[in-house]
């Protein structure tokens, strides 16, 4: 199951890298849409900040970071790259 989770991990880091590609393919905002916007983005950023602290091989970056300023921030870059209106 980690595996998976990494794989797709991977694969949405990717997706969202090439901003400009996914903007091409799905038109300027649709991928931010169908994240959910903001709030499904934030929505994401929350569950993927719990897997990094339950995951012992992760934790010991993130326990002690500030959680909520490293989501807020993710949040605002993938909204960016996935043609939405924030600003990073």
Do not use: H, W
């Amino acid at each position: 199951m980690k595996k998976i989770l990494t794989a797709m991990a991977l694969a949405l880091a990717g997706l969202f890298c090439s901003g400009a590609f996914a903007q091409d393919i799905m038109g300027q905002d649709q991928l931010y849409k169908s994240f959910g916007e903001k709030p499904g983005l934030t929505r994401l950023m929350d569950d993927f900040m719990t897997r990094l602290v339950a995951d012992e091989r992760t934790r010991p970056f993130f326990e002690k970071a500030n959680q909520q300023r490293i989501k807020d921030q993710l949040v605002d870059q993938f909204c960016q790259l996935g043609g939405g209106p924030c600003v990073y």
